[in-house]
């Protein structure tokens, strides 16, 4: 068996505790039959190099007995070296800079017809001059 490199991606430090915690029930062979994974996706996600998508995460985690938060928690602190919030912060560093968030229903139903601009006012669903029925603005019937 090839010696195992150390984790140094969060990607790598997921699939480490995954891996451990899966080699008490048989290792990536078990987590092979959890899903309809190759044991080669399964090695390809237990070493980072292929990450794990949330639903795959939700499958594993239930079959540890465990939830996706404990996993990611644990893989988030390993990756910093310390607290979960290090390692958030360590992975919001190494990833590069997040775009804003988007702007919730709440704010965009607060701002009055007057304050909107020209393209936010286009945007606008016209009722008194839309027809559902025929999908598009009525003529002038005059």
Known sequence: MPIRKLPVTFDQHLGSVIDGLARARGGRAWLATLTDW???TVERRMTGRTELTVKELEIVAAALSTTPATI???????YAGGSEQDGIDKLLADEGPVSEPPVSLDERRSKSIADM???ELEGLRS???KDKGIGHDESDPA
């Not at 990611?72 to 390993?78: D, G």
């Open 38 to 40: 190759s044991e080669g």
């Open 72 to 78: 990611v928690s644990q893989a988030l602190r390993n």
């Open 117 to 119: 601009t020209d393209d």
């Open 127 to 129: 009722v008194a001059n």
